[in-house]
């Protein structure tokens, strides 16, 4: 079992950026895969990013492809999201999520709190 604590959330003006932090505890964490996921009012939870287990391989929406970046640090037991060129858009609760798994499933296994992510125009 893993616990998973998100930060970095905050109120930006479009074309900002913001960095998003996840904090792990409880178990091994480099036997996870890591992402996030966002939620916004109204709509379906949706994938965001991944990163593997040794922080080498990444993927993301395509709807953030080229402005996000998705890292880890397994030392640390912590993962960032680096988030660029911030549209309306992708104004959201944020979540940090991790699985027992070499990928990232679209179900998984344990969850953080969330941090809100609001753009302004």
């Known amino acids: 079992q893993v616990q998973l604590v998100e930060s970095g959330g905050g109120l930006v003006q479009a074309g900002g950026s913001l960095r998003l932090s996840c904090a792990a505890s409880?178990?091994?964490?480099?036997?996870?895969?890591m992402g996030w996921f966002r939620q916004a009012p109204g709509k379906e939870r949706e994938f965001v990013a991944a990163v593997s287990r040794s922080g080498t391989i990444t993927r993301y929406a395509d709807s953030v492809k080229g402005r996000f970046t998705i890292s880890r640090d397994n030392a640390k037991n912590t993962m960032s999201l680096q988030m660029n060129s911030l549209k309306p858009e992708d104004t959201g609760v944020y979540y940090c999520a991790a699985d027992l798994s070499i990928v990232l499933t679209v179900s998984p296994d344990y969850w953080g709190q969330g941090t809100q992510v609001t753009v302004s125009s």
């Open positions: 409880g178990r091994t964490f480099s036997d996870y895969s």
